[in-house]
T-cell receptor, first 113, second 109 residues
């Protein structure tokens, strides 16, 4: 498989649940990103990993916990979320942090009930 | 403090006519600008870009114009086609990509 793959495509979870979003890229990229897209708002950068090291956390609440075990995989662990966290979560990768060419996955549509 | 703004949430155009999508930015240090296109249930895909050393870049039906003094860029699509209907995001790159809110383009047959 090529490109950036995100699973699951859709997720409904209760506020007390724990779930994880997965992102996988087979492009040989070394930087990976989590973005959040809420209705009528810009794509918001959440986390950046460069060569497996977290280099940016944009004041994201601790109920979102990223994990990057290697340059090809990125996870977003979710626990005790709020309904306002419902959004489209997009993963992207690039050759390295600062490269212009981002490749995005199709996203996970998260609904918190 | 939004550094990239797309002030038109939506645009409706007739097939065959020109679509013009606009974007304003605040940071004069931004040196590279991109447009992404997003269909429902898909991630954004890269469309066209421009470096700050240029004021125009053309790729087929798509042309991006950059006015550095006004901190403004625009995307022209001509002729517009129904398949161009999507959300268009402008983005600037200065160490990381910063996106605007997006403009929903609808091209009517």
């Amino acid at each position: 498989e090529t490109g950036v793959t995100q699973t699951p495509r859709h997720l409904v979870m209760g506020m007390t649940n724990k779930k994880s979003l997965k992102c996988e890229q087979h492009l040989g990229h070394n930087a990976m990103y989590w973005y959040k897209q809420s209705a009528k708002k810009p794509l918001e950068l959440m986390f950046v990993y460069n060569f497996k090291e977290q280099t940016e956390n944009n004041s994201v609440p601790s109920r979102f916990s990223p994990e990057c075990p290697n340059s090809s995989h990125l996870f977003l662990h979710l626990h005790t979320l709020q309904p306002e966290d419902s959004a489209l979560y997009l993963c992207a990768s690039s050759q390295e942090q600062g490269s212009y060419g981002y490749t995005f996955g199709s996203g996970t549509r998260l609904t918190v009930v | 403090d939004q550094q990239v703004k797309q002030n038109s949430p939506s645009l409706s155009v007739q097939e065959g006519r020109i679509s013009i999508l606009n974007c304003d930015y605040t940071n004069s240090m931004f040196d590279y600008f991109l447009w992404y296109k997003k269909y429902p249930a898909e991630g954004p895909t890269f469309l066209i870009s421009i470096s700050s050393i240029k004021d125009k870049n053309e790729d087929g039906r798509f042309t991006v114009f950059l006015n550095k003094s006004a901190k403004h860029l625009s995307l022209h699509i001509v002729p517009s086609q129904p398949g161009d209907s999507a959300v268009y995001f402008c983005a600037t790159s200065y160490g990381k990509l910063t996106f605007g809110q997006g403009t929903i383009l609808t091209v009517h047959p």
